[in-house]
């Protein structure tokens, strides 16, 4: 009796070992594997009733912050504008975890970070819930500008500052209340991203950063670029209105079937594809690939709201011929993209990253961390650039994009619409063009535009009410904004 | 002076400092608030431990000194982290405390020789079958995501399977113990285990009907393992017979491939066992109960610096999770380790066990103890379906603190080495050892 009472011990010691083992897996060796799956929410959620940080814009608004509310749980995060910062915010909940600004610097806004945590001497002993605050550079003037001039229209508009890469303004609709999902009602919450999430218009994702449409003539910019880096400057294309290219695609043929040609400054005026075409079978497409990839169009460059930049000429693209690319035909851009190509253009060709956050504050406002402008390399010299801004003061002086003129300052920038497929509409600019102060994309989507000409009217009146905005111009075009 | 009262003394002072400091811990993590108010349940909790080890030496003296003190530090630990997560737990966790230490002084002081309980043994068996099935019976099978079978008698909730079991643990014992006594070859050194009657294979045909009846209405692996398992140990320890032994695992595989195959319900659950990720109702828990005890790493995160009551259940059945959040793979394995140290007694208790019945009872409270602990640890760590078994001691859940408490009095009582009842088997043990020594 006594032997078999040793065999029931062994057998138990035996299951025993296997949970120790178990338990070493789980907590040990698999633990970074599972602290990282993409469904572990718990991070989030451990911050969710812990005190955190507020987000403020550059003109002090506070646009998120952590109130104390009596009830099961003893705070809540609330946005008191609403959705105007659904995108750049994004939103932190219970159970589904976070995203956008509060989810990328979840460190800084709950206190992980030691920097934060560790704000003076008396810190290190004494474990008080420090949190940081962030102030964004978005402009809380230019983001309600930028909404308002948007209206219901979908679409996105970004402005940046070409001189900092500061971002003062990202706007895209739909778009929805970071408010019902940070809410208590969990079962609330449960349904309403259910219903964001299936929602077909997508007002979850942000279409500033992240909706690749067709660039047309906006990438021609690349285009007269390589030209002019390559000394092509005085080259004289020949008119045509049809390129037949050596692909099987379909021949390139110009806009209403005009005839066009000269040199790169009436290419420009006159959107004049086959002349663009031309001069990119002179180029070839080694050298537009290139220079895509140092203006930063073909990568993905993380800017700091999580989301990223995306590549433009993707790997599926690349079979497009040289011709086709340098006409801006079949190449896919974000605004952002846009905005960053033209904030690079109005920089003298010395590309810098888009940030959203300026710096990281602690209780007392002392600035924990600063985010100071990136460079990211320069693409082209500035003789090219100054070239190309006088190009695109041209353009709105007298060419494609004389809606985008102001009565006071000098714009440049380009208007391009009447896409087959997917009817959308650009409009990238920069202001003042001697000393740009910001670079501004604006893409309008949606059946209703089918019209090219009322298309670009309507977007050249919501980029000039942003420029304006910006300069702080008195607004002739924008009437009872907030 | 005792020597067994002054280990257990000595060990009570170690687990009382231990749960007070883990309180205060917990207490100081900025993000919580316990209030004032839990401090007199901490207080009411170490007064009983108090009256128990005075008991105890009143009237027990030679009892075992490391089982109560284990026990104690259990509890002790899973009041300060369940209520924790969950203040409004305290006073009820403390009066079922009140409730299982009344039970157990009860049992100490009421079975002076627990023989006495082989003369209910009907009573017993019957009161088990009925507790077990009971909430069966009235409130129907657990539905969708549903996982625990509870009674529901106006407000309040009882899950009364535990003291069920215990009951049939004892009528099971008393059974074999009789079995024994009327097959004594073994003992008569005739030989190494008992051929026996045909009644050997009742006990095993009930344990295989309680069992199947578990899995088949309840849909509950753990709590049929819990079941199966004690049944086997007992019957292994009393008869001994391998082919049996065989039989019985073959019928109860039968039972699982037949469950698996025509039930819905244990699909459900056995699915959401396998791939947790994509079956977000049951595997929600198992998911979030990963990645908690994950969160928590080799360290912990330190006593009421957790975020458990994001694991649902956590409070009954998945009470392991906070253990292993806050404490970390040390303190999971201390506690781990402290099951192991109470079913390790246990055992040793049974092997000096003066009678037949004291031993195998010994036996099956220490296996259930034992296995239960292991089924609800291993529910958590995914080893085993999800399952509604709670944690022995720590788990707020009134009747299975009872039924713990009533299981240790037991124990501690089988474990006394009394001078009044002579030994009646002294003789036959030297009988044995002569007969060992020979082959």
């Known amino acids: 009796m006594t032997r078999r009472i040793l065999h029931i011990g062994v057998a138990l010691l035996a299951i025993y070992v296997l949970l120790f083992v178990q338990l070493e897996l789980i907590q040990v060796v698999r633990a970074d594997t599972l602290r990282d799956h993409s469904q572990n929410t718990r991070e989030i959620t451990m911050v969710f009733d812990a005190p955190r940080g507020s987000i403020t814009t550059a003109d002090g608004e506070t646009i998120a912050e952590t109130v104390s509310v009596s009830g099961a749980r003893p705070r809540l995060r609330q946005y008191p504008y609403g959705s105007l910062y659904s995108h750049v915010v994004g939103f932190i909940s219970a159970e589904h975890g976070g995203s956008g600004l509060e989810q990328k610097h979840n460190d800084f806004l709950a206190g992980n970070d030691l920097g934060v945590r560790i704000q003076d001497k008396r810190d290190l002993f004494v474990d008080r819930a420090r949190t940081g605050q962030l102030e964004l550079s978005v402009r809380h003037d230019v983001q309600l500008v930028a909404r308002a001039a948007l209206g219901s229209y979908q679409g996105a508009a970004v402005v940046i500052d070409p001189s900092s890469g500061a971002v003062l303004a990202m706007w895209s609709s739909p778009h929805f209340d970071p408010n019902h999902l940070s809410s208590h009602d969990l079962a609330a919450v449960t349904n309403d991203l259910a219903a964001l999430n299936s929602d077909e218009e997508r007002p979850l994702t942000n279409r500033a950063d992240s909706y690749l449409s067709e660039a047309g003539a906006i990438f021609t910019v690349v285009t007269a670029a390589s030209a002019i880096e390559a000394g092509l400057t005085d080259l004289v294309v020949p008119q045509k209105n049809t390129i037949f290219t050596e692909t099987l695609t379909e021949p390139i043929k110009n806009k209403r079937n005009v005839t066009c040609g000269g040199d790169l400054t009436s290419l420009l005026l006159t959107d004049c594809r086959t002349g663009w075409a031309t001069i990119g079978i002179d180029l070839g497409k080694s050298e537009l690939s290139n220079r895509s990839k140092i203006f930063g169009l073909t990568e993905s460059v993380s800017i700091d709201t999580g989301n990223h930049l995306r590549g433009l000429l993707t790997p599926a693209k690349v079979d497009l011929s040289a011709p086709h690319v340098a006409a801006g035909i079949g190449v896919q851009l974000s605004p952002l993209h846009a905005a960053h190509l033209f904030a690079t253009i109005a920089n003298n060709g010395i590309r810098i990253r888009p940030r959203v956050v300026h710096q990281i504050q602690g209780h007392d406002g002392s600035v924990i961390r600063e985010f100071a402008p990136e460079l990211l390399g320069q693409p082209i010299t500035s003789d090219t650039a100054l070239r190309l801004q006088t190009m695109l003061a041209a353009n709105v002086e007298r060419g494609t994009a004389q809606a985008l003129a102001l009565d006071d300052v000098e714009v440049g920038g380009m208007l391009e619409s009447g896409f087959n497929d997917h009817p959308h509409a650009w409009a990238i600019a920069f202001a003042p063009v001697t000393q740009p102060e910001l670079a501004i994309a604006v893409l309008l989507e949606g059946d209703e535009l089918s019209d090219p000409q009322v298309t670009e009217t309507v977007v050249a009146r919501i980029t000039r009410s942003i420029i304006e905005a910006v300069l702080r111009l008195p607004s002739p075009n924008l009437e009872g904004t907030q | ?439």
């Open chain 2, 1 to 439: 002076m005792n020597h067994q009262r002054i280990v257990e003394l000595t060990l009570l002072l170690l687990a009382a400092f231990i749960t007070c400091a883990t309180v205060a811990l917990a207490a100081v993590g900025e993000q919580v608030e316990i209030t004032w108010n839990v401090v007199p349940y901490l207080v009411a909790l170490l007064i009983l431990w108090t009256i128990a080890h005075i008991t105890l030496r009143l009237r027990a003296p030679t009892a075992n000194g490391v089982l109560f003190p284990i026990a104690a530090l259990l509890q002790g630990l899973g009041f300060a982290l369940m209520v924790r997560i969950d203040p409004s737990l305290a006073s009820r966790q403390a009066t079922w405390s009140l409730i299982g230490m009344a039970g157990f002084i009860a049992v100490t002081i009421g079975i002076r020789n627990p023989q006495q309980l082989s003369k209910v043994r009907a009573p017993l068996g019957i009161a088990g079958v009925l507790l077990v099935f009971l909430p069966l019976i009235s409130e129907g099978a657990p539905s969708g995501s549903e996982i625990s079978l509870a009674l529901h008698l106006g407000q309040l909730h009882i899950i009364p399977g535990e003291l069920g079991k215990l009951f049939l643990i004892i009528f099971f014992a008393s059974w074999l113990a009789n079995y024994r006594t009327r097959n004594t070859e073994e003992y008569l050194g005739q030989a190494q285990h008992i051929e026996g009657d045909r009644s050997r294979l009742i006990p095993l045909l009930g344990g295989w009907l309680i069992t199947s009846a578990i899995l088949i209405f309840q849909y509950d692996a753990g709590s049929a393992i819990v079941t199966f398992v004690v049944f086997m140990s007992m019957w292994w320890v009393a008869a001994g017979r391998p082919l049996d032994l065989a039989i019985s695992f073959g019928a109860i595989a039968a039972t699982i491939v037949l469950a698996t195959g025509t039930l819905p319900e244990f699909q459900t659950r056995l699915s959401a066992w396998i791939d947790p990720w994509s079956n977000t109702q049951l595997g929600d828990a198992i998911t979030r109960s990963s990645f908690a005890l994950a969160g928590g790493g080799l360290t912990g995160t330190g006593p009421g610096a957790g975020n458990a009551d994001w694991v649902p259940g956590v409070t009954d059945h998945f009470a392991f999770v906070p253990i292993g959040e806050e404490l970390g793979f040390l303190g999971a394995t201390a506690v781990l380790s402290g099951y192991l140290l109470l079913t390790g007694v246990g055992l040793r208790i049974a092997t000096r066990a003066r009678r037949e019945f004291d031993s195998v009872l010994a036996i099956g409270v220490t296996v259930f103890l034992g296995v239960q602990a292991w089924a609800s640890i291993a529910t958590t760590l995914r080893l085993l379906p999800p399952s509604a078994v709670s944690l022995p001691f720590i788990s707020i859940n009134g009747f299975a603190l009872l039924t713990w408490h009533l299981a240790l009095g037991l124990l501690l009582r089988i474990s006394e080495i009394g001078p009044e009842a002579a030994d009646q088997t002294s003789v036959l043990r030297k009988i044995k050892l002569r007969s060992r020594s020979q082959s």
